[in-house]
């Protein structure tokens, strides 16, 4: 770098931390025309071209179907895929025309990426296939003796078709390229039920594929900071990784482009839920000079908020109100659901103006969430009641007896499952969300989810195949056939940070790990073992991680001596 700045030949802007990694296809899935030695693209070979001749996949097309491969890296990956081209010949005058005999040792393919085999066999604009965000269905050339690269996007199988009429392509291999943050795992947790330790995994998985050089809602379709969806990703984030300057920059990112009379993206709520990350992350990471940053902008939305409650409590929202897609449009919901988030926004923003040094607004934001205790709104939606309970003005239990165990895990919503869950270990029933949490997400797996999705309903399940196969006749396309509001069909997003909130519930209500104090610095620990025969993990703080271990003879625990435990 000094280098660099020294002859002024390249002045850095940006740099976002993200480093590569190569990854094999794990399956041929489908080969079409003529394809040779297919299998050779599973086999262990140098990420390296030479002049010499060696063992290739050749794709070749005579005039008849053209030849294509369909492969799969074995999980969801977010970055690119790159081509190692040993030969790519044409033969001059034949074909479609658009070559000469210039340029003969070039051709051209279409290059399909999926999160599904369906979607990586679908062209766009069938079963709602976009290339919305990312370029996932797009014509490419390669060349002899070369190394070409695509776009980023998220996603596992793809599909390559050799284009033109009268040409052969070899490929001395393919990979993945994994891009992502090469950050430590600090956070775990494993127990006597392989399927929770799965379940834990996959939504950490889930939000670190996020963690791209600002944290986005999705790795193919919403490449974008939508910061109420970052809520769940926060607490994945501090439950496994500590502080990661990913979610600073995009709190950072948000507020600077709201101006404080609006709401952030648009949504109301999103901007409550602004105030709600900032909550947690402090409460993690105790960074009192980030959160002194704030204080202008947060201090005119708090007090913006607490002119949204009126006299009797109740909030006081104009205009279209949102909590997540499967609730849009039940008016009695998202009332309930907005009057639980005020609540909880306004008794965080009391805590966190207090230490930023506003007594007045901290009085103010607490007389005003209290005052909301008044009035509960009646509700029997999961997301609504899962707020008020989780805010205290529904009792828990009540919620969990007359709405969260009704119909076991149907009606949950992947972005509100860590509220759904949480309002369960609330009123005691930790068995019932771990019950909840292997119906829900263990039915993802079944169905192949190597990563949590924008939204699943228990209700697609029958008859669905899964999406690591191609669909037989006579089955269900759980991707293609199924979604709603803006994901329908293959719009769909597999891979959706909201996702992932088993992996915070896991720790804060099974481990019982809860931070009281900023900065870890006082930490209670009351596991829950749920039925388990034991539990046991380990969560970041400032200061080194906890390790807890608990089974049906009592509690270990291993803390760094700067936090005090409270047991």
């Given at each position: 770098?000094?280098?660099?700045?020294?002859n002024?030949?390249?002045?850095?802007?940006?740099?976002?931390?993200r480093?590569?990694?190569?990854?094999?296809?794990?399956?041929?899935?489908?080969?079409?025309?003529?394809?040779?030695?297919?299998?050779?693209?599973?086999?262990?070979?140098?990420?390296?071209?030479?002049?010499?001749?060696?063992?290739?996949?050749?794709?070749?097309n005579?005039?008849?179907?053209?030849?294509?491969?369909?492969?799969?890296?074995g999980?969801e990956?977010?970055?690119?895929?790159?081509?190692?081209?040993?030969?790519?010949?044409r033969?001059?005058?034949?074909?479609?025309?658009?070559?000469?005999?210039?340029?003969?040792?070039?051709?051209?393919?279409?290059?399909?990426?999926?999160?599904?085999?369906?979607?990586?066999?679908?062209?766009?604009?069938?079963?709602?296939?976009?290339?919305?965000?990312?370029?996932?269905?797009?014509i490419?050339?390669?060349?002899?003796?070369?190394?070409?690269?695509?776009?980023?996007?998220?996603?596992?199988?793809?599909?390559?078709?050799?284009?033109?009429?009268?040409?052969?392509?070899?490929l001395?291999t393919?990979?993945?390229?994994?891009i992502?943050?090469?950050?430590?795992?600090?956070?775990?947790?494993?127990?006597?039920?392989?399927?929770?330790?799965?379940?834990?995994?996959?939504?950490?998985?889930?939000?670190?594929?996020?963690?791209?050089?600002?944290?986005?809602?999705?790795?193919?379709?919403?490449?974008?900071?939508?910061?109420?969806?970052?809520?769940?990703e926060?607490?994945?984030?501090?439950?496994?990784?500590?502080?990661?300057?990913?979610?600073?920059?995009?709190?950072?990112?948000?507020?600077?482009?709201?101006?404080v009379?609006?709401?952030?993206?648009?949504?109301?709520?999103?901007?409550?839920?602004?105030?709600?990350?900032?909550?947690?992350?402090?409460?993690?990471?105790g960074?009192?000079?980030?959160?002194?940053?704030?204080?202008?902008?947060?201090?005119?939305?708090?007090?913006?908020?607490?002119?949204?409650?009126?006299d009797?409590?109740?909030?006081?929202?104009?205009?279209?109100?949102?909590?997540?897609?499967?609730?849009k449009?039940?008016?009695?919901?998202?009332?309930?659901?907005?009057?639980?988030?005020?609540?909880?926004?306004?008794?965080?923003?009391?805590?966190?103006?207090?230490?930023?040094?506003?007594?007045?607004?901290?009085?103010?934001?607490?007389?005003?969430s209290?005052?909301?205790?008044?009035?509960?709104?009646?509700?029997?939606?999961?997301?609504?009641?899962?707020?008020?309970?989780?805010s205290?003005?529904?009792?828990?239990?009540?919620?969990?007896d007359?709405?969260?165990?009704v119909?076991?895990?149907?009606?949950?919503?992947?972005?509100?499952?860590?509220?759904?869950?949480?309002?369960?270990a609330?009123?005691?029933?930790?068995?019932?969300?771990?019950?909840?949490?292997?119906?829900?997400?263990?039915?993802?797996?079944?169905?192949?989810?190597?990563?949590?999705?924008?939204?699943?309903?228990?209700?697609?399940?029958?008859?669905?195949?899964?999406?690591d196969?191609?669909?037989?006749?006579?089955?269900?396309?759980?991707?293609?056939?199924?979604?709603?509001?803006?994901?329908?069909?293959?719009?769909?997003?597999?891979?959706?940070?909201?996702?992932?909130?088993?992996?915070?519930?896991?720790?804060?209500?099974?481990l019982?790990?809860?931070?009281?104090?900023?900065?870890?610095?006082?930490?209670?620990?009351?596991p829950?073992?749920?039925?388990?025969?034991?539990?046991?993990?380990?969560?970041?703080?400032?200061?080194?991680?906890?390790?807890?271990?608990?089974?049906e003879?009592?509690?270990?625990?291993?803390?760094?001596?700067?936090?005090?435990i409270?047991?």
């Amino acid at each position: 770098m000094k280098l660099l700045d020294k002859n002024k030949l390249i002045r850095p802007c940006e740099s976002d931390g993200r480093a590569r990694e190569f990854i094999r296809p794990t399956r041929i899935m489908l080969t079409k025309g003529d394809v040779t030695n297919a299998e050779h693209l599973l086999a262990d070979t140098p990420n390296q071209v030479a002049v010499a001749a060696e063992e290739c996949t050749t794709l070749r097309n005579s005039g008849g179907e053209h030849a294509a491969l369909l492969f799969d890296l074995g999980c969801e990956i977010h970055g690119c895929v790159r081509f190692v081209t040993q030969n790519a010949t044409r033969t001059p005058g034949k074909g479609s025309g658009e070559h000469t005999s210039a340029d003969t040792k070039e051709v051209r393919v279409r290059v399909r990426f999926g999160e599904s085999v369906s979607e990586a066999l679908t062209p766009v604009g069938v079963k709602g296939a976009t290339t919305d965000h990312a370029s996932r269905d797009f014509i490419t050339a390669l060349r002899w003796l070369s190394y070409e690269d695509t776009n980023e996007s998220g996603f596992r199988f793809v599909y390559v078709e050799l284009l033109d009429d009268h040409a052969e392509l070899q490929l001395k291999t393919v990979f993945g390229v994994l891009i992502y943050r090469d950050i430590e795992y600090i956070g775990s947790f494993e127990s006597s039920d392989p399927l929770l330790d799965k379940i834990y995994d996959t939504s950490a998985y889930t939000a670190h594929l996020n963690m791209q050089g600002y944290l986005w809602d999705g790795i193919k379709r919403d490449r974008l900071v939508w910061i109420g969806d970052m809520h769940p990703e926060v607490m994945t984030i501090c439950t496994v990784f500590g502080a990661n300057e990913v979610v600073p920059r995009s709190l950072d990112y948000v507020r600077d482009h709201t101006p404080v009379t609006g709401w952030m993206n648009g949504i109301s709520s999103y901007s409550l839920w602004w105030v709600m990350c900032h909550y947690d992350y402090y409460l993690q990471n105790g960074d009192k000079a980030y959160l002194c940053e704030q204080k202008e902008y947060m201090s005119a939305l708090l007090t913006r908020l607490c002119g949204l409650v009126d006299d009797e409590g109740r909030e006081r929202f104009e205009g279209g109100k949102f909590l997540d897609w499967p609730s849009k449009g039940d008016d009695e919901a998202v009332n309930a659901g907005y009057q639980g988030l005020l609540c909880m926004t306004l008794k965080a923003g009391s805590m966190l103006a207090a230490h930023f040094g506003d007594e007045k607004l901290a009085k103010l934001c607490a007389d005003k969430s209290a005052l909301m205790h008044n009035y509960c709104p009646p509700t029997v939606s999961k997301q609504g009641a899962s707020l008020l309970a989780l805010s205290g003005i529904l009792d828990a239990k009540r919620a969990d007896d007359e709405v969260m165990s009704v119909d076991g895990a149907r009606r949950f919503s992947t972005f509100y499952s860590y509220y759904m869950l949480t309002t369960k270990a609330l009123a005691g029933n930790y068995t019932g969300a771990l019950d909840a949490m292997r119906e829900y997400y263990g039915a993802m797996l079944d169905l192949g989810a190597t990563t949590f999705w924008e939204d699943f309903n228990l209700d697609w399940v029958p008859g669905s195949a899964g999406i690591d196969e191609i669909v037989p006749e006579g089955k269900k396309d759980i991707h293609g056939d199924f979604g709603a509001h803006c994901y329908i069909g293959l719009r769909h997003s597999l891979c959706h940070g909201w996702s992932s909130g088993p992996t915070a519930f896991l720790a804060r209500h099974i481990l019982g790990i809860k931070v009281l104090e900023p900065g870890c610095k006082k930490v209670e620990i009351k596991p829950n073992l749920a039925g388990l025969t034991y539990a046991k993990g380990s969560y970041p703080t400032p200061y080194g991680p906890i390790s807890v271990y608990v089974d049906e003879k009592g509690v270990k625990i291993d803390a760094p001596a700067e936090v005090e435990i409270i047991r």
